[in-house]
């Protein structure tokens, strides 16, 4: 069975870095565009970064572009978030997500895999 699952998250302060990784099983996910979406208390589930099957193609939410990065290891079946100067709205649980096409990761926000999300948080 196919699984995402996150580490990395944890508790840092305002304009610290944090590195979240997303190590996928069950199956090799090296051809599907994977991202990482957040969702904060009482808001809407938001795209965060998406990378695509082989790299070379990236999406950033308009808040954290120049702050957040997204890669991929697909050797490691692994994806990662480097998120650095972190800001108290960055809190959220961040979660894991791959799908074979891409407008249904970034454009749809509906893709077929997720993973259970890891909890970050950024004091002030």
């Known amino acids: 069975q196919a699984q995402l699952r996150e580490s990395g998250g944890g508790l840092v302060q305002a304009g610290g870095s944090l590195r979240l990784s997303c190590a996928a099983s069950g199956r090799t996910f090296s051809s599907y565009p994977m991202g990482w979406f957040r969702q904060a208390p009482g808001k809407e589930r938001e795209l965060v970064a998406a990378i695509s099957s082989l790299g070379r193609n990236t999406h950033y939410a308009d808040s954290v572009k120049g702050r957040f990065t997204i890669a991929r290891d697909n050797a490691k079946n692994t994806v990662y978030l480097q998120m650095n100067s972190l800001k108290p709205e960055d809190t959220a649980v961040y979660y894991c997500?791959?799908?074979?096409?891409?407008?249904?990761?970034?454009?749809?926000?509906?893709?077929?895999?997720w993973g259970q999300g890891t909890q970050v948080t950024v004091s002030s």
């Open positions: 997500a791959a799908d074979l096409v891409w407008v249904r990761l970034v454009d749809a926000g509906t893709p077929d895999y």
